[in-house]
Every structure is written in C-alpha cells, then in structure tokens.
C-alpha cells in the first residue's frame, strides 16, 4: 500500500473535486492509483516482502473460492467506492492489494455494467491491506475508515514489520489485533477457510 501522493491541483481541475469517467479511464494503467476524495494518489511500487505475502494471500484465497464456487479473488483491482458510471462522474476509487467478491455480487455487477472490462463499480465484501514501510498510519486507518463507509464486510490490515493482522468489520469499527501463533479466520466473509500467522509470516 506504498503511496506517493500527486496534489489535487495537478491532475484535477481546481475546484471540481472529481474526475470525469473519460478523465478516469484514460488515467495510465501502468502507474496503480487510488482517487481519495476527489485526490489522484499514485502508489509506489511494491517491495519484495508485500509481493510476498500479497501472493501467500492471494494463492490461499483463490484455491479456496474456487474450490467452493464462491466468487472472485483480486490482486490490486481497482473500486470505485464514490462514482457513477452513467453520470460521468469518479471521486473515489480504492485499490486493496488482495480483494474478494461474492459470486451473486459478482453476477449482478456484470449484468449491470458488463464482465470484460473497467473498474468495479462497488465494494468488495473482503479488503487486505499489507502496509508498507512508507505508508502512514493515519492514511491507512482512513482507508480503513473508506472501505467502511462504503459497505465492507470485513478487511485486514497485514503488518509485516510486528508480524500481526488487525481485522476490521462494520460491527467492530475499531478492530482487533491477531499475533503469532494463532490463525487468521475467513469468518464471516469465508466460513471455512484460515491461515496461520505463523504460515502466512513464515
């Protein structure tokens, strides 16, 4: 989740607070980004140990949805949590480095706004964050706050630094921390599926 912010002024015009869909999508696809309140952020590339866990992550999710037949599971897809597609309009957009959506969500997004291409219009029911030496805390805990707001059913923030996850939910809003030695849960997002920290630090 490293950052380098880009000011407001820059590539969005004073005052707007929010890009078109053509400004939008016309944003370079080689350059990952965030847009936070109306705010292009451009993210830095990842370093070795985030691209590390993100796959540990990402691998163990995967083989378990698809097992189950229960959805899609994103590395660095792009949200928009703030935006409507038919009225031309992007203030928020969220891109967590692993993601997973339920298949019946997963479904109703393609029949509305199509299955091959553009951004997810909406939020996804699971959020992993793996901060990076860079990233702020308050940043994070606004991310946190965002994916909230927009109706995220559960995230985990993976501190690699203190090897441990805080985990998030609309029903735990201050979130609770898990250490080593113990097992990371899919409840209630992914009933059945865990990874110990252990495993997942190794």
């Known amino acids: 989740m490293a950052q380098a912010q880009i000011t407001q002024h820059q590539l969005i015009p004073e005052g707007r607070g929010y890009l078109t869909l053509t400004e939008f999508l016309s944003l370079p696809d080689e350059q990952p980004f965030e847009i936070v309140n109306g705010e292009i952020v451009m993210m830095s590339p990842a370093q070795r140990e985030h691209n590390t866990l993100s796959r540990r992550l990402f691998r163990s999710l995967d083989r378990f949805v698809e097992e189950h037949d ?37 479904e109703a997004h393609n029949i509305d706004y199509g299955a091959k291409e553009g951004p997810w219009w909406l939020a996804p029911d699971l959020a992993i964050e793996i901060v990076s030496p860079t990233d702020r805390y308050v940043d994070v805990m606004r991310k946190v706050a965002d994916y909230l707001r927009y109706g995220v059913q559960l995230i985990w923030v993976v501190e690699p630094a203190a090897q441990v996850v805080r985990i998030f939910s609309p029903q735990e809003t201050e979130g609770h921390t898990l250490a080593k030695n113990v097992s990371l849960p899919g409840d209630p997002v992914l009933p059945g599926w865990s990874i110990s920290l252990s495993e997942l630090f190794r």
Not at 75 to 89: I, M, N, P, Q, T
């Open 70 to 106: 229960l959805g899609e599971v994103w590395e660095e897809a792009a949200y928009v949590l703030d935006g409507d597609k038919r009225s031309d309009w992007v203030r928020e957009v969220r891109q967590p480095d692993v993601s997973f959506i339920t298949r019946e969500r997963v």
